[in-house]
């Protein structure tokens, strides 16, 4: 196992994106290397999706299946709308993966974490797409042991 230095979030905003990984997991996004992320159709979420720029980092997130941060990707392509919107109102995304964290950082454990309970997961928990802020993001890979 090799250790991969952090990546440098300076000037860039901060996310959390999940999904069911029975539907779409990282090992999903790693064999396409590109992913869309499409389907959200809750407004804060489409403002977090709207609001995202190229090289911003997010954390993804095992929904249901786990409950748990597994890997670090970067958003690749922004602006798109969502293909499965007949109607053409709800944004999407293009992301590629960066890296596995060294250990998955559970649900179980961010809520047992004091300095962790503003966080948005935590706060807004039915919310798919969230903000991370720089002291969370740093905090979490530290629990993490690092990327690899």
């Given amino acids: 196992m ?9 000037g860039k905003q901060l996310w959390l994106m999940k999904t069911e990984p029975d539907v779409y997991s990282y090992d999903h996004l790693l064999a ?23 090289g911003d980092l997010a954390f993804f997130y095992h929904s249901n299946i786990g409950k748990q941060i597994v ?6 392509v922004t602006g798109l709308i969502d293909p499965t919107d007949p109607d053409g109102k709800w944004p999407a995304v293009k992301l590629r993966p960066v890296a596995r964290l060294v ?11 004091p300095a962790l309970a503003g966080m948005e997961l935590v706060r807004l928990s039915r919310l798919s797409v969230s903000a991370v802020m720089p002291q969370e993001w ?6 993490a042991g690092g990327l690899i």
């Avoid at 590109?34 to 720029?53: C, F, I, K, Y």
């Avoid at 250990?103 to 974490?113: D, E, G, R």
């Avoid at 740093?138 to 629990?143: F, G, H, T, V």
């Fill in 103 to 113: 250990q998955p950082v559970t649900l179980a454990t961010i809520k047992q974490t």
């Fill in 32 to 54: 396409e290397g590109e992913g869309l992320w499409d389907g959200v159709r809750n407004h804060l979420a489409a403002r977090n999706l709207r609001a995202m720029r190229q």
């Fill in 2 to 10: 090799t250790l991969l230095a952090n990546p440098d979030v300076t």
């Fill in 71 to 76: 890997a670090v990707a970067t958003i690749a």
């Fill in 138 to 143: 740093a905090l979490i890979l530290a629990m």
